[in-house]
């Protein structure tokens, strides 16, 4: 489920740029992101966010392939609502292109299979393996403070209703927001199927 804020326009712009730059095709797009070519018409078109996996994947190839070109994957990165991601340990993450015969998106892929697999039958948050592993420290992990109020939520707040019937059109309001991001969810797996 994506719950981050992105910016289709800048989106568009930043991948219409790499992609005339690097004289890449929607394929090529779809195949450094370890995907299908239909997946870059998605995002030119702004009707699917990148998820993180493939949108690192993608700003990653870009950069280790085309190094003059880092700083427009970044701004990707960024329009597809990750800005917040790029660090030293996301090129950590992502080993070289050339590192396995298979593919950095096989190797990448079974990485993070083996990890949820262990985390599940450990127990344990996946969080907590990649911590130990170190993958990632615990400060890359903290959810920002910044998070934007829900204007739903602070107008019921700000009514003059009791205290129960706020409750109640609360709960309300964040059970159809969570059926929303299920049926996003939903679709975007299809899409990604």
């Known amino acids: 489920m994506h719950t981050t804020e992105w910016d289709r326009a800048a ?10 730059k690097a004289e890449l095709s929607q394929t090529a797009v779809g195949e450094l992101a370890g ?4 997946m870059a018409n998605r995002w030119l078109s702004g009707k699917h966010q990148p998820n993180y996996e493939a949108a690192a994947r993608f700003a990653a190839a870009i950069a280790q392939q085309r190094p003059d070109l880092a700083d427009l994957a970044r701004q990707f990165m960024i329009a597809a609502g990750y800005g917040d991601r790029i660090s030293g340990s996301m090129t950590a993450l992502l080993p070289p292109l050339e590192a396995s015969p298979t593919g950095t998106s096989d190797v990448l ?15 344990r948050p996946l ?7 170190g993958i990632v420290t615990p400060d890359e992990l903290v959810v920002p403070d910044g998070l934007k109020p829900d204007p739903i939520i602070e107008e019921i707040n700000a009514s003059d209703l009791s205290p129960e019937t706020k409750a109640r059109m609360i709960r309300i309001h964040l059970d159809n927001r969570a059926q929303h991001f299920e049926r996003a969810r939903l679709e975007r797996k299809k899409l990604d199927g």
């Open 109 to 123: 892929r079974q990485a993070v299979q083996d990890l949820r697999a262990r985390a599940e039958a450990e127990g």
């Open 127 to 133: 969080a907590e393996l990649l911590v130990e592993e």
């Open 35 to 38: 995907r299908d070519r239909t």
């Open 11 to 20: 989106l568009r712009t930043a991948l219409d740029a790499i992609m005339e």
